[in-house]
Every structure is written in C-alpha cells, then in structure tokens.
C-alpha cells in the first residue's frame, strides 16, 4: 500500500490555501500527513463491557441496539425525575472505555497542568476509534484548523502527488485538516491522517472501519477511491492529522483520577458539531473548539464546570496554543519569505539586525554579522562559557506554552562543549535549604535555587553548585571562574569546602553564596555549532547580557527568600526586577497583543503562566487556581 504524506508544514504556514509546487521544498522537505492502515486498527470488544455479551445477562443486540438500549435506561431515569423529554439525540456520563465513546476532558482536577502543557488536551472532546486491553487510540474531534490541501499536496513515498485517475485531475478536491492530536501529528516527523464520513453504501463499508452506526473511519486513499466512484465529494470528509493514544491501564488511571468525562453519545450528535465546525462562518481556529464541548457539558448535565472556568487561564492559553499551531496565516511579510527563497543579503542582514536588536547587550557598536559572527566563534572556542543570559523580552514570551521556567529566567551557562550547552537559572528559589556545617559545630542553611529540569543519571542525591560574586572572595582565590578562558567574570563557582572556610573565616556570610541544583541543558546536532544555547540565541528565545550588569543583578536575586507561599510573590518581584535590570524592557509604547477575543494581554498571560509553573513546580500545587483574574 502506497504511503501518503504532503507538503512541509513550514510552507503550509505561509497560506490557507497552498499552491507550492514540489520543487520549492528543497532539502527542508518533510511529510505531514501518512495514511492510516486499517489492518492496523481492527476494533475489538472492550473488556470493560465485554461481561454485557454474555447471552444468559441480556437480549441479543448488537453494539448499535445495545448503546441506544443504554441510553433509553438512562434518558428514562432522568426524565423521571426532570420531567419527559422530546429529544432524539442523546448523551450521558458511561464510564465505558469502547469505540465511539465521547472523552470529556474536565476542567478539574488538571486546571494548572492543560495551561502550562499539552493545551490541546484542555476542554477537548476525544472519539475512541480503537480500545483494547494494550492500547487506545481516539482522534480530537473540535480542534479544526483552516488549513485546505489540494490532492497535489498529498504525495507518496516517491516524493510525487497521489493521484490515481485522470477524474482527480480534472476536478482539484480540498480537504479541510483537523488536529487530531499529539501522536503522529501534523507538524512529526510521522504524521497521520484518518477521515470520517456517513457514506454507507457497499464500497464504503468496504473501505472503511464502522466506529459506531453512522461513523465510519477511512484514510486518504480510500476517501479518494470514494470520490473517484462518484459517490462523495472531499466536502462529505473531516480529515484529522494525528491521534491520541494510552497504553494499556493508562486511560483507566485517568479515569480513577478523575481527568476525564467518558461519555455514550448517538452519532447524530457528533456530526452535527462537525458540520457546525465546518459551515459557521466566523468558526476561527482560535476559538479552539469550546462551543462543541460547553455543548456535549450540558448535555450530560455538566454545563456548570464549562461556564465557572470560561475565561479561564487554561482558556486563555489554549486559544495561543490554537493561534500558534492551527491557525495558519494568509499572509507572510516580504523579508521572511526572500530569506526563505535564499534572496539578497541585505534582505538576509535585515532579518540579522533584527534578531539582534532583541538581544538586552547594547555594549559596543558592531554590525549585527559581527555579533552573530563573534559568537559563533566564542562558541566554538568554548568561551560563551561564563555568559549570563535572559529569556526573550518579546511581547510574546517564546515560553507561554511550554517550559514556562525559562520565561524572564537569568542563567548563567556553565559549558558550551561540542555535544551541549550546560547552564544553570538563578532566579528559583526553592522550599528546601542546604546546611552547613562550620568547623566550631554551628549549622547554617543556604536555600537551594533551582537549575533546571537535568541532573546527573544514576545520582540519587545530586550534586550542590554553590556560586558566589563578590569580589573579596576572587581575590582570595577563592573559587574560580567559570570561563577558563577569562578569569574576570563576576561570578565564580566553588566548592562546599571553600564556602565554610570563607564563612568561618569572616571573609563572608551565607547571602553571599548561592546554592543551585539542577542543570538546564540544550543539545547540539552534530557538527552544527548554530545548536545548543547559540542556536536558542539566534533565534531569540534567550538575549546575552552586558557583564557589568551581573553584580547588580546579583544584588536583587541574593535577596530572595526561601521559597514558601508567603514569600512567592516578593521572590516573583524581584526575579522580575533582576530581568529588567539584565536589559531594556518591553516597549510599553507599542500596541498590546491580547489574547483571541479577550482584553487580557499576551505578555501578562507570559508573567502568570511563570506564576502558575512556580506554584506547581516549586510549592507543589496550584493555589490560584479559578476564573482568570490576573495577578497583582
């Protein structure tokens, strides 16, 4: 069976509707989407309802008869007690985990963790296309995107369009993508494409798997063998990129944790919020899908929990997750697309300047190639080593959606080797102290900073870094820097040892040491110095600061207390004060980007979701979970 697969999706950003041609991929070219095997995913029974065939504990009825069956026992029960009801379409909290169960993702208890990772899972609405003891599978059913492909941007493993009769290539057909979900998505390196229709005839059936009555699940080929049989149009498809999947007992877990609704719903209530998805004219991908499951919410009696966390911070960041990754921009500025196409190089210099002008070192006044040029080779000499860097001081953190640590973070990078950059954050202090013992018996305790998410493999108990910056202690050797190549940077790294002995020795105090734990690390590809931390300063996640500002923002993070619920707002302050000083500030001149629909502004939402990442990560709980408000 032939493999399917379009164009990259680098391109596919560039416009709603592609026309790119083959040759413009160049060696950047990647799939997007792969057929999905129907071998591959034979629907078995799910043993969580498999007790229910047994022919002496009920009536002979098929898997349709049997979910209308159950859910007439259940609109009876309530109608009983709310009173008759004319519906016909219906839905209900099961629990059962089977194909063409409806997944409810609830707002609680996982409020804080859908806002700061994996936002699609926030609020989404699952269809289980496959369960069996090892494995589940279901596609995200109100996540679409605007994203159109042709049938020339579907191609096989040769790299040429998919198109099997001379009707494809006469009448173009556009096919609509929906994110499907994480697993073999649309931007992987393996992507996967399925797609639902109602088409019962004899060939559909044929080329298709039945979820449940009136659902059925195909792949590209077999929707274009459907078309090309006149008997379907691409506009009677909703073609999803990607899946979700749990392995065995995982989506059970979920379950017990209470981080799903598992709903029974009939099929006329899915495909009209599918159609609704596709035929409203002001459906924008940023609103990420939230009127189909406020709707499936009511319908099972939960509409409450929807509406008490709209507006929500989860909200907010799965609408700029939603603008990020499936909302696809007609337009691209000019310089972009020639530096892309490989035009002049004072267009190329002009995208330089520009990554430039955002680092916070205004030091000197060399060309932006200079820059870019010097460190490359301080980065290849190993003499980045010693840098004090910050996170990006765009309006749009780069870390809003993911590793929210790094947002407004100050790190002081440790090695940058041929294989990795090693550094380590100094803004995170953390619940946990380090003693130390003087030689005349008395104990002192040193709080403990956080690094980074990396430690030492097969280290239980990993190792203390203890930094200091003060200059009395550099000229008692004590310590040394952390650049071999140039001993005047202001912070030096020393032993344990070193830092009783300067204490006891009244040559310092404990504030003036820090105490970190954790590394923060950036791989480097092979034979390509652009990795590593050059690789996330050149394109802009991180600014490299002025050394003549380390002291000062010393000053203000030696400051910080041990980290505790009463002390996390002053500790957030001055970790917000140390940036600032690390560089110039935002341009509160220029006009506020605001979250999709919301007066709430993208980088206020970039300074709470650090707030949020604090009070998970480092409290070991959310304690402002709720309405979004904003902080103080």
């Not at 009127?291 to 700029?320: N, P, V």
């Not at 004090?388 to 100050?410: E, I, T, V």
Request: glycine fraction near 8%.
């Amino acid at each position: 069976m032939n493999t399917i697969a379009v164009y990259p999706i680098y391109l596919l950003l560039l416009s709603p509707t592609i026309a790119f041609q083959y040759g413009h991929v160049g060696k950047r070219h990647a799939s997007i989407c792969r057929h999905h095997r129907l071998s591959e995913n034979i629907i078995s029974p799910s043993p969580l309802f498999a007790n229910q065939d047994d022919e002496n504990d009920a009536p002979n009825l098929d898997d349709d008869d049997w979910r209308s069956f159950r859910a007439r026992l259940v609109l009876e029960n309530k109608q009983g007690e709310q009173g008759a009801s004319s519906s016909t379409t219906w839905a209900y909290d099961s629990g059962l985990i089977e194909p063409g169960s409806i997944i409810l993702a609830k707002t609680e208890p996982d409020f804080c963790y859908f806002g700061l990772s994996q936002q699609y899972f926030h609020k989404a609405v699952l269809l289980v296309t496959y369960h069996s003891s090892e494995f589940t599978k279901g596609i995200i059913l109100n996540r679409p995107t605007n994203l159109h492909l042709d049938d020339e941007d579907f191609i096989d493993e040769s790299g040429e369009p998919f198109i099997k009769s001379d009707n494809a290539l006469e009448d173009m057909n556009s096919w609509r993508i929906w994110f499907g979900g994480d697993v073999n998505g649309m931007y992987s390196d393996d992507p996967e494409i399925v797609c639902l229709h109602s088409i019962d005839s004899n060939l559909g059936k044929n080329l298709s798997e039945e979820i449940i009555k009136n659902i059925f699940l195909t792949n590209y080929e077999g929707a274009r063998k459907l078309i090309d049989a006149n008997e379907a149009t691409s506009q009677d498809f909703w073609v999803f990129a990607g899946y979700c999947g749990w392995s065995a007992g995982q989506l059970l877990d979920e379950l017990k944790h209470e981080s799903w609704y598992m709903v029974s719903a009939d099929s006329q209530t899915v495909w009209s919020e599918l159609v609704r998805q596709r035929d409203e004219d002001d459906n924008d991908p940023r609103d990420a899908g939230l009127k189909t499951y406020s709707k499936l919410m009511q319908m099972i009696d939960k509409g409450h929990e929807a509406q008490e966390l709209s507006e929500s911070f989860a909200d907010l960041t799965l609408k700029e997750w939603a603008a990020e990754a499936i909302l696809f921009n007609s337009t691209v500025s000019e310089a972009v697309l020639a530096y892309e196409m490989n035009n002049t190089d004072v267009t190329r210099e002009a995208l330089l300047d520009e990554i430039m002008d955002s680092f916070s070192s205004k030091a000197g006044a060399i060309g932006s190639v200079d820059k870019i040029v010097k460190l490359a080779h301080d980065a290849k000499a190993g003499k980045l080593s010693g840098a004090l860097l910050r996170g990006s001081s765009a309006q749009r953190s780069p870390f809003l959606l993911s590793d929210q640590k790094f947002h407004k973070a100050l790190i002081l990078l440790l090695q940058d080797e041929d294989a990795v950059s090693v550094g380590v954050m100094l803004n995170h202090p953390t619940t946990d102290t380090h003693p130390i013992t003087l030689p005349n018996g008395n104990t002192l305790d040193i709080i403990i900073r956080y690094g980074g998410s990396f430690g030492i493999p097969g280290v239980v108990e990993q190792p203390i870094i203890f930094l200091h910056c003060k200059s009395q202690l550099r000229k008692l050797g004590i310590g040394e820097s952390v650049n071999k190549h140039d001993d005047t940077g202001n912070i030096w790294i020393c032993s344990e040892e070193q830092v009783k002995r300067s204490i006891s020795e009244g040559h310092a105090t404990p504030r003036d040491f820090m105490a970190v734990r954790g590394l923060s690390i950036w791989n480097k590809e092979a034979d390509e110095i652009e990795g590593g931390i050059l690789g996330e300063i050149l394109m802009g996640n991180f600014e490299v600061v002025d050394p003549i500002r380390g002291p000062e923002i010393w000053c203000t993070l030696i400051s910080q207390a041990q980290m505790s619920i009463d002390t996390l707002d002053r500790n957030c302050r001055l970790a917000s004060e140390a940036w600032s000083v690390a560089g110039e500030s935002v341009d509160t001149t220029l006009t506020q980007q605001c979250v999709y629909d919301s007066t709430v502004k993208v980088s206020e939402l970039s300074d709470d979701a650090l707030r949020y990442w604090q009070e998970a990560f480092l409290l070991g709980g959310v304690i402002s979970a709720g309405k979004y408000t904003g902080f103080e």
